[in-house]
């Protein structure tokens, strides 16, 4: 078993609000974002920079 506390409390996350995968993406890839930049190294948006889009059909 994984506990996901951690990760949780690094997003700032309400342990009792539902997140769905694109939101939950977007906080995840800025965070490791933010932490590497923090330390002099830009890798994670060298590496991964994209862009994604939303559609509701």
């Known amino acids: 078993m994984v506990d996901p506390g951690g ?3 690094a997003l700032r996350l309400c342990e009792k ?3 769905d ?3 939950f993406h977007s906080l ?6 933010a ?4 330390h002099g190294n830009p890798v994670i948006n060298r590496l ?3 862009s ?3 559609e509701t059909r």
């Open 48 to 50: 991964l920079k994209g």
């Open 7 to 9: 990760l949780i409390e």
């Open 17 to 19: 609000e539902q997140q």
């Open 28 to 33: 995840f890839m800025h965070l490791l974002e």
């Open 21 to 23: 995968a694109p939101e």
């Open 35 to 38: 932490r590497f930049e923090r």
């Open 52 to 54: 994604c889009t939303y």
